[in-house]
């Protein structure tokens, strides 16, 4: 992806639609006169009364416990330097997403225009009443260690400047369990930290606090090794400055342990890695490009444990295992800041989790069958949700059996269960699916390339890593296209099938074979093979692409034929179906079918379900199935209700292991309680359903596309059900974002399939009696 393309991509992520990354959403009702009455004038008084009475009822009253202030000057904003107030405000924008995607705490971010350090204090210690923590971020050394120090003294509510220590906690937990791997001792080991900025003295501070001495400290900044003999050698330099005679680092690194770079790209040699001593650890931590990389590292040293900041290798250090989940505990016993027993608490939670069993979500999100505890798993992976309750619940811990929690949790059971819920699933989800295929990306043919967004798509999605894309399109048109718009599709592979005289032939020999019964002649085969939807799907059945897109610019049966046509169903599947799943703020809800069956027969609404059952528990979700109607358990009788629930019983009959139940109104089964209080005998009263099957296309239809423009829900699919290899239809006038999504969905849907068997070893295929 050109770098034009990667700033306006940026650009117009931050500016489309409603400018920037973040709103205030109000949490209680504001519909009728009655509500705003209640919320502003005249029923505010109250609650205004009692926290005037008892001012630790504002916890009670306003959403002060989970609000964080995200606070910066932008002196130092990421690696772009000095750059101001408002240029940072995009940066702390997503730190406060972050904040809420991780641990559901709300953030106001607010930008300072001032360097003074008494302003910037004077200010911060004045918004006090307003929040329940301070996060400080990107402030420039020195000032930000006085600023935080002052502030830690000054003010009552937790202070973090996350740049110091959200590193230095998460490289912390890694180096504990990298020396336990490498059998050293922390006490006993050499370290060499290359930078000298916040950071590292955070890091280098917090190695201490858990065992690391002093004297094997090594800290290298721009002007070499920091020696106790320096000229002008400043306060806190001073304090990790070394007597040993060396001057530079590769004079430190000879023998050395352990290597800390918190500096910039590139600055440590292979050469330098082999001087370390045996078993040696390496995290190199600048982004986006670390001080050695990582095939170098690897390569120069097998016996190393490497981490970096980066996604794309094993061991990445990311702060975000650490904030959301420090300030999430901190705050829910309201503790007066963040000490260093808390720090330790967090390190130890965040170390310990990495070698307990990875949950099966963990694993599918990396297409891994056992992530485990060892020299490329050192520390958990940020998708994995137990981060929320082992490290908030251990932090919490700390502050109150360190005497800074003014509110104490006694029921420890109760607290993991209210984290665990606290967070919806719905982003969780989407970044697991988005994990996974890039653990492993398939090749995708998009039938119609010869427009603009499916060439943004198709380079969204090979510059992320999640597919291999093939393109299928006049090549004149598609390169007008990339002219015009500047896209960057050097590599792509293109095709037009009108040119493919051979791949025709080929693929029209085994349409033909296969249709010959079915009305296609030999010269009609090959015209229906400049259908790009018939080569493409040809394409995948001959395993020269594992799954096929298409949909955007033509109507659903339109793709769908030649799909069935040229793939067919998966062994014992009578039929295929649609599924649309809706992430909503509640967690996601599978809606099936919503694009195929007209009006399903009984028979046909168990194979709908059953489908329905299998796919969604490839997305590590265990189904719970209510079958729809506008009758709850025989109120009403007519051919719906009985249909639905003859279907019900069907099921309960041929697939007791199914979760199924109905026939049932969608209220029921969404809201559990209601179902529970008039049906308790239902399967589904414990929990709600998480997947509906509709009773019609229509009804479906209906229902997915109101709840997508009233609730705020957003729609992934439609999701093909049924067929024997991966083929995924887009609504018309898709988005890049929605087909972006659906591309991500296919790879994931390729992985699952088993291994693609050779066109000879199909040949029965030919004669499986086909619906179309």
Known sequence: MSKINRKQDALDYHSQGRPGKIEVVPTKP????????????????????????????????????????????????????????????????????????????????????????????????ALEPTFGGIN?????????????????????????????????????????????????????????????????????????????????MVMVDRSGVIRADREKLDEIKAEFATKRKINTLAEAMKDSDVFIGLSTSDVLTPQMLKTMARNPIVFAMANPNPEIAYDLAVSARKDVIMATG???????????????????????????????????????????LAKKTVPEAVNLAYNKKNIKFGKDYIIPKPNDPRLITSVSLAVAQAAIESGVARKTITNWQAYADELSHRLGTEDALLRAISSKAKSDPKCIVFAEADHYKILKSAQIVRDEGIAQPILLGNKERIDAIV????????????????????????????????????????????????????????????????????????????????????????????????????????????????????????????????????????????????????????????EVPDKTRNAVSMLHEKYPHIVVDGEMQANFAINHSLLKDNFPF??????PANTLVFPNLESGNIAYKLLQELGEAEAVGPILLGLNKPVHVLQMGSSVREIVNMVTIAVVDAQSKLEVPTVKKRRGLFSRREKI
């Open 310 to 352: 980066r996604s794309d290798y094993p061991n990445q250090v990311n702060n975000v295992l650490g904030f959301p989940y420090i300030f999430r505990g901190a705050m829910d016993v309201r503790a007066t800041g963040i000490n260093e027993e808390m720090k330790i608490a967090a390190v130890k939670a965040i170390a310990e």
């Open 682 to 687: 239902s399967t589904l009263a414990d929990e």
């Open 483 to 638: 002219k015009q718009t500047g896209l960057d599709l050097d590599g792509m592979k293109i095709i037009d099938p009108s040119k493919e005289t051979a791949k025709i032939e080929q693929y029209a020999q085994f349409l033909y074979q296969k249709r010959q019964r079915k009305g296609v002649n030999l010269f009609q085969a090959r015209k229906m093979l400049l259908d790009r939807n018939y080569y493409g799907a040809c394409m995948v059945e001959f395993g020269e692409a594992d799954a096929l897109i298409s949909g955007l610019t033509k109507d659903y049966g339109a793709t769908v034929k030649p799909a069935l046509q040229v793939i067919g169903t998966e062994p014992g599947v009578n039929r295929v179906a649609g599924m649309y799943m809706m992430l909503t703020k509640k967690g996601p809800v599978f809606f099936g079918d919503t694009t195929i069956n007209k009006n399903p027969t009984v028979q046909e609404l168990v194979d709908i379900t059953v489908l329905l059952d299998k796919s969604v528990k490839k997305f590590n979700i265990n189904p719970r199935i209510a079958v729809l109607s506008y009758s709850n358990f025989g109120s009403n009788e007519d």
């Open 136 to 216: 400080l971020e990107d402030i420039k050394a020195p000032e930000c260690f006085e600023i935080e120090r002052r502030l830690k003294a000054e003010m009552n509510i937790p202070v973090m400047h996350d740049d110091q220590h959200g590193t230095a906690i998460i490289s912390a937990a890694a180096l504990l369990n990298a020396c336990e791997i490498q059998k050293k001792k922390l006490d006993k080991v050499t370290i060499v930290i290359n930078g000298a900025g916040a950071a590292a003295i955070s890091c280098a501070r917090l190695y201490v606090s858990l065992g690391a001495k002093k004297e094997n």
């Open 30 to 125: 504001t519909n009728s006169q009655r509500d705003l009455t209640l919320a502003y004038s005249p029923g505010v008084a109250e609650p205004c009364l009692r926290i005037a009475d008892n001012v630790d009822d504002v916890y009670k009253y306003t959403a002060k416990g989970n609000l964080v202030a995200v606070i910066s000057n932008g002196t130092a904003v990421l690696g772009l330097g000095d750059i101001g107030p408002e240029a940072g405000k995009p940066v702390m924008e997503g730190k406060g997403l972050l904040f809420k995607i991780f641990a559901d705490i709300d953030v106001f971010d607010l930008e300072l225009n001032t360097k003074d350090v008494d302003e910037f204090v004077r200010i911060v210690k």
